[in-house]
Nanobody, 136 residues
Framework: QVQLVESGGGLVQPGDSLRLSCGGSGLTLENYAVGWFRQAPGKQREGVSCISSTTSDGTTYYEESVKGRFTISRDNAKNTVYLQMDSLKPEDSGVYYC???????????????????????????WGQGTQVTVAS
């Protein structure tokens, strides 16, 4: 019955903005570390951003290429995590997925910052993905 649903993707031009949403059902995201990952055609899935659980103080993490452009945040009343994406570039294109990991574990955040491999993720919940295309 646990479900994560991403929304907010679309086709935009370079320099534009999008806000992605990850809504949770059957789990309270406040108690989970939540990450955003993306996958371009023919490429490996890569970490983009992560926010730790509330009990872990809600620290945010970003992949180097999106620092200063993307912002991850929570709205606990809506059981939703957002990814605000500004100054979008063509290389940001791909299917964006959210993933939730029960806190205080933050392996998902370690993957985002490059401390460990994505293969080390276990016992997590993935959403179905939302398409982001940045093209002129």
């Amino acid at each position: 019955q646990v479900q994560l649903v991403e929304s907010g993707g679309g086709l935009v031009q370079p320099g534009d903005s999008l806000r992605l949403s990850c809504g949770g059902s059957g789990l309270t995201l406040e108690n989970y570390a939540v990450g955003w990952f993306r996958q371009a055609p023919g490429k490996q899935r890569e970490g983009v951003s992560c926010i730790s659980s509330t009990t872990s103080d809600g620290t945010t993490y970003y992949e180097e290429s999106v620092k200063g452009r993307f912002t991850i945040s929570r709205d606990n009343a809506k059981n939703t995590v957002y990814l605000q994406m500004d100054s979008l570039k063509p290389e940001d294109s791909g299917v964006y997925y959210c993933v939730a990991e029960k806190g205080p574990s933050i392996v998902v955040c370690a993957v985002v910052v490059g401390y460990t491999a994505i293969d080390n993720l276990d016992d997590v919940f993935w959403g179905q993905g939302t398409q982001v295309t940045v093209a002129s």
